[in-house]
């Protein structure tokens, strides 16, 4: 008997779904046994299979949820000047945008979803810093006589790395 994708093969094994002939080459062991690649076909399980309208959907909501986050972050920076609460606060944002981008693509997972999700997240903290006025965010730092130095922007990139990780474990 030949092997039906190569006829100069000779071969005793046959698929165990349809039975066609195949050779050692072009067979592929699944959990019932040898199959041809015709019937194994091997897909992605639905939870990571995203289409271009689910993609679309997790980048409209991370934006939109990412533009009010970053809206009540840059609030609680310039009313509550405590920089370790920015570590709360990132992880929270990060939290909120997984979650809501995870139940906005109906709870798919993926490489693609956890990136945009770490954008939104980015995009959060961008809105925080640029959105509000600089003025007033730079005067109730002098008038309060926090440190304004390289301790706060690493405290804020702490923060913005720790909601970037929480995001990705949400869609991961």
Same mark, same amino acid.
């Given at each position: 008997? !030949? ?17 066609? #002939?195949?050779? #050692? ?5 699944? @959990?019932? =046994? ?9 897909? !992605? ?35 509550? #000047? ?5 570590? @709360?606060? =990132? ?20 490489? =693609? ?19 509000? #006025?600089?003025?007033?965010?730079? @005067?109730?730092?002098? @008038? ?6 390289l301790f706060h922007i690493l405290f ?17």
């Amino acid at each position: 008997m !030949k092997c039906a994708a190569h006829p100069r093969v000779e071969t005793n094994l046959r698929c165990g779904k349809c039975g066609k #002939p195949i050779c #050692p080459r072009c067979m592929v062991q699944t @959990l019932v =046994g040898a199959r041809c690649p015709e019937c194994a076909r091997l897909y !992605k399980l639905p939870t990571y299979r995203v289409s271009t309208k689910y993609y679309l959907r997790a980048v409209g909501t991370a934006l939109g949820v990412a533009l009010a986050s970053g809206v009540l972050w840059g609030l609680a920076n310039t009313f509550i #000047p405590f920089f370790f609460l920015n570590l @709360l606060i =990132g992880a929270g944002v990060g939290y909120a945008i997984g979650e809501v981008v995870g139940r906005a693509v109906n709870r798919k997972r993926g490489k =693609g979803l956890a990136a945009v999700a770490s954008a939104g997240v980015a995009v959060s903290y961008l809105v925080s810093i640029f959105l509000l #006025p600089l003025i007033l965010y730079g @005067l109730s730092h002098i @008038l309060l006589g926090l440190p304004h130095g390289l301790f706060h922007i690493l405290f804020d990139i702490i923060s913005v790395a720790l909601g970037v990780f929480v995001a990705v474990t949400r869609l991961r």
